[in-house]
């Protein structure tokens, strides 16, 4: 764990998996390591109720129906499409989901617009063809087939960034759970076994990029999943994920609860008055998302840990966010010197605080960046 960057969630939560699955005795649909309910427990955390000997900490923070609606989506035999903005913790929910029932969360195919059918089917490794001829062995399975073989679920990102005819391969497997290799004269049929499944996520702000067909709108149960608009549980996510960050630096920084509340209500402004604009032109590119605060947040505490006093300040604090929404140039500027001028400015003179130390550092970093 120690020498990976980014341990993927089977790896990271092996010791808990490994615990809950030795105490689950509900019913597992197909080769599920656990049960629905336990991998819900997973997802979202235990709670005095479930009468466990120990704590399962809360993972993904949503609503409750729309990691069972996953979860049961999965059980059946259709694909399951997690659509929202970005931000909103679809590739990490689908991440928790793979690692809950198979124990394994990289077959991935990451869509773009050079994705290939080769990247859902097979490729071939060209020295062992010329070598040996084409065989199963000089066979290249993609992430998609290799969950079908071994009955685990592949996942899908950015499915709207992939070509139609990538998409339509994917209609194909979804439909008859076998991908044909007409390219071998036996054995050219790969057929997938009990437990497999696609997790497809889809940026919700990419809608026309590349339209996701009728056909292959069937194959899948669509799960939306909403911005966060609650206080209390975006501050649990940040939290949640800083503590995360700090320990993979070994940074020991405890987060003034007050300047979080300073960067909750800075991205809830910046919300609102992009919501009441009546342009393109008077809105951050950004998407404002709570991931985006988790980024601004990260900046901030390495940024003041490697060239500050090792703690986080306001002035850091707002030197990141200027840093990380300022992505056009004027116009993010303009958005954001606004804010400051008319926001900040009066809640620092009326509520002191971190607030005057907040929008010295604004108005110092989009001053160095005009």
């Known amino acids: 764990m120690s020498d990976l960057l980014r341990a993927p969630a089977e790896l990271k939560y092996a010791e808990e998996l490994d615990w809950l699955e030795s105490i689950d005795d509900g019913p597992k649909p197909f080769t599920w390591r656990l049960s629905p309910k336990m991998v819900r427990l997973f997802v979202l955390g235990s709670e005095r109720s479930d009468g466990l000997d120990r704590e399962i900490p809360q993972k993904w923070f949503g609503d409750r129906s729309i990691v069972e609606r996953a979860i049961v989506t ?71 087939m290799t969950a079908m073989e071994s009955g685990s679920i592949g996942r899908f990102e950015e499915l709207t960034r992939s070509t139609s005819d990538v998409q339509d391969a994917l209609i194909s497997i979804l439909s008859e759970k076998y991908i044909s290799v007409p390219e071998l004269d036996s054995d050219g049929i790969v057929f997938a076994k ?67 509340d300073v960067l909750l209500q800075s991205f809830g402004d910046l919300r609102a008055s992009a919501a009441a604009a009546g342009s393109d032109d008077e809105k951050l590119e950004s998407a404002l998302s709570t991931a985006e605060q988790i980024g601004v947040l990260e900046d901030a505490i390495l940024h003041g840990n490697f060239f500050g006093e090792r703690a986080l300040t306001a002035r850091t604090l707002a030197s990141s966010l200027v840093g990380s929404l300022a992505r056009r140039e004027p116009e993010d500027l303009a958005i954001l010197n606004k804010y400051l001028h008319g926001v900040v400015e009066p809640r620092s003179k009326d509520e002191g605080g971190a607030w005057p130390e907040f929008l010295e550092g604004g108005r110092d970093a989009i001053a160095t960046l005009s």
């Open 194 to 260: 009990p437990g497999f499944s696609v997790i497809a996520t889809a940026n919700s702000r990419d809608r026309g990029v590349n339209d996701l067909s009728s056909a292959l709108k069937r194959r899948f149960n669509f799960v939306r999943i909403p911005v966060v608009t609650n206080r209390k549980s975006e501050a649990e996510i940040v939290r949640f994920r800083t503590e995360e960050l700090l320990r993979r630096h070994q940074i020991e920084l405890d987060v003034p609860p007050t300047l979080l």
């Open 74 to 144: 999965l059980a059946s035999d259709r694909g399951l499409l997690l659509i929202g903005d970005p931000g909103t913790g679809k590739s990490w929910l689908a991440e928790l989901l793979a690692a809950a029932v198979c124990r394994n969360s990289t077959l991935v195919v990451q869509g773009t617009a050079g994705t290939t059918e080769d990247h859902i089917k097979y490729s071939w490794n060209v020295s062992m063809v010329i070598a040996k001829g084409q065989s199963r062995e000089s066979m290249i399975p993609s992430p998609i």
